[in-house]
């Protein structure tokens, strides 16, 4: 019989480090993860904040299409009501200008070119455009009514820092019943 009931063969006891091994090791996951956050402490640097700017948008220096042009529309088309063109101006645009003519006819490419086939042209910003689409009264940029051949000579609002949209609007004031042909060539210059 042995005095030690605990005690195994080659000195090795039963049930007395168990506790004891994971206060150690508790120990050692505690020193570890603050080893880490020291670490991770040491290794962050201080990120300044963004300088703010004060310069004015309109101050800032970008590519400007001064010196270019640009092809806005250049088309025959059918017109029975209303027909729309988008266009946009670019950013940095000081002096666009559009300039442009329409010619229309009645029924056909050849047919008659004089009142009776006479068409409204409107140029209208973003604003007068959800407007007009909504059929609510707005007043436009620029208008020309009642007329089958026209040159059109308009200088639009500078851009500053940000593109602008633009539509180039035909009207028939006939409405649908009398079909028109126009034939339309427009650009910007800058």
């Given at each position: 019989?042995?005095?030690?009931?605990?005690?195994?063969q080659?000195?090795?006891?039963k049930?007395g480090?168990?506790?004891?091994?994971?206060?150690?090791?508790?120990?050692?996951?505690?020193?570890?993860?603050?080893?880490?956050?020291?670490?991770?402490l040491?290794?962050?640097?201080?990120?300044k904040?963004?300088?703010?700017?004060?310069v004015?948008?309109?101050?800032?220096?970008?590519?400007?299409?001064?010196?270019?042009?640009q092809?806005?529309?250049?088309?025959?088309?059918?017109?029975?009501?209303?027909?729309?063109?988008?266009?946009?101006?670019?950013?940095h645009?000081?002096?666009?200008?559009?300039?442009g003519?329409f010619v229309?006819?009645?029924?056909e490419?050849?047919?008659?070119?004089?009142?009776?086939?006479?068409?409204?042209f409107?140029v209208?910003?973003?604003d007068?455009?959800?407007?007009?689409?909504?059929?609510?009264?707005?007043?436009?940029m620029f208008?020309?009514e009642?007329?089958?051949?026209?040159?059109v000579?308009?200088d639009?609002?500078?851009?500053?820092?940000?593109?602008?949209?633009?539509?180039?609007?035909?009207?028939?004031?006939?409405?649908?019943?009398?079909?028109?042909?126009?034939?339309?060539?427009?650009?910007?210059?800058?």
């Amino acid at each position: 019989m042995r005095g030690d009931p605990a005690a195994l063969q080659h000195g090795i006891r039963k049930g007395g480090g168990t506790l004891s091994t994971h206060r150690f090791r508790r120990r050692q996951m505690v020193a570890l993860l603050g080893a880490l956050w020291l670490l991770d402490l040491a290794c962050t640097k201080d990120e300044k904040p963004a300088p703010v700017s004060t310069v004015a948008p309109s101050e800032r220096v970008a590519p400007s299409p001064v010196g270019t042009t640009q092809t806005v529309l250049e088309k025959t088309f059918a017109l029975k009501a209303t027909e729309m063109f988008p266009f946009e101006i670019p950013a940095h645009a000081t002096m666009p200008h559009l300039n442009g003519l329409f010619v229309s006819y009645a029924g056909e490419p050849s047919g008659a070119s004089d009142d009776s086939a006479n068409i409204d042209f409107l140029v209208l910003n973003e604003d007068q455009q959800t407007d007009f689409s909504g059929n609510r009264p707005s007043e436009a940029m620029f208008t020309v009514e009642a007329s089958h051949n026209q040159a059109v000579n308009y200088d639009l609002p500078a851009t500053m820092d940000r593109p602008v949209k633009y539509y180039l609007v035909f009207r028939n004031p006939g409405g649908s019943k009398h079909s028109k042909i126009v034939k339309a060539t427009f650009r910007v210059d800058f």
